[in-house]
């Protein structure tokens, strides 16, 4: 499997990375931090990927979005799978005072993740084959009151990639919408881990077996759809007297 990975460094990406590493993939890995990503790539090898290639940048520089996914094609002769991965949680609290951090938390979690989905559509849409996985979140399900910068920005992301499934359907190319509840990453360090948090590993396993069986959008851990489904039941006239 030829997989590029968009926001390779982020914790969930690295163990999808292991595993394709681990069945002789080869990979092509775009982040901002240089020496976080050979170390990375390196110990990609040793897990004997078959290749790996690398490319550094911010992913919020929309310029270079359609060169690092030539790049990469370049590189490993053709991409079967594109994950996007980055995201930045924020915090909600600096985010209601400072909308120049909030511009920055729609501009990593929505307009930068959608864009790169684009330009992985444009690749793919020419060869008729391939998939595109992109990590939203259980959050973009309901605005609840401690993180709706970060939930409105998955939303709206999910919204776009349904556009993009539908519109990409007729070329045989799939749209993955990833959506896991609570995991244990650099990104929820502070929070209190309890039994709802899970592994990067766990995630990986459903991530990869959803680009598999050409999955439309999954939870992840699985009973999340069914947490969600009972959350978003909830009347809005209630909902909006929660402390949540
Ligand atoms: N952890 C959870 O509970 C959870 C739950 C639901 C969804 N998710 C989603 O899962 C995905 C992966 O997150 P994670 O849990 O693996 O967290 P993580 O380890 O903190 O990874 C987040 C990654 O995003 C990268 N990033 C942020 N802004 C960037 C930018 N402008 N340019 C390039 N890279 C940027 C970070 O790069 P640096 O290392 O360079 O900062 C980091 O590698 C995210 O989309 C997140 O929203 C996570």
């Known amino acids: 499997m030829k997989v590029l990975i968009f926001g390779a460094t982020s914790a969930i990406a690295q163990a ?30 040793v897990r004997r990927a078959s290749k790996v290639g690398q490319a550094v940048g911010d992913l919020t520089h929309q310029e270079k979005f359609t060169e690092w996914v030539d790049s990469a094609a370049q590189f490993m002769k053709g991409i079967d799978v ?3 991965a980055h995201g930045v949680l924020g915090d ?13 938390i729609f501009n990593v979690n929505f307009i930068s993740a959608a ?37 409105s920005a998955k939303a709206g992301l999910e919204a776009f990639l349904e556009g993009l499934r539908n519109r990409l359907y007729p070329h045989g ?9 609570f995991v244990s990453t650099p990104m929820t360090a502070h929070l209190k881990q309890n039994f709802l948090f899970a592994k990067p590993e766990k995630i990986a396993d459903g991530i990869l ?19 969600l489904l009972v959350i978003k039941a909830i009347p809005e006239c209630i909902f909006k007297r929660l402390k949540l």
């Open 92 to 104: 909600q609290k600096e985010l209601e005072k400072n909308g120049d951090l909030a511009f920055d």
């Open 173 to 181: 190319v799939g749209v993955v919408t990833i959506k896991p509840g």
């Open 209 to 227: 077996s959803a680009i598999e069986k050409k999955k439309d959008v999954v939870y992840l851990p699985w009973f999340w759809r069914w947490i």
């Open 82 to 84: 594109v994950l996007i």
């Open 16 to 45: 999808v990375a292991r595993k394709v590493a681990e069945q002789h993939g080869e990979l092509f890995l775009v982040a901002r931090h240089s020496e976080t990503l050979k170390i990375i790539a390196d110990d990609l090898l």
């Open 115 to 151: 864009l790169l989905a684009e330009a992985a559509a444009h690749y793919f849409e020419k060869g008729k084959r391939g998939a595109i996985a992109v990590i939203g979140s259980v959050a973009g399900d309901r605005g609840r009151q401690s993180n709706y910068y970060y939930g």
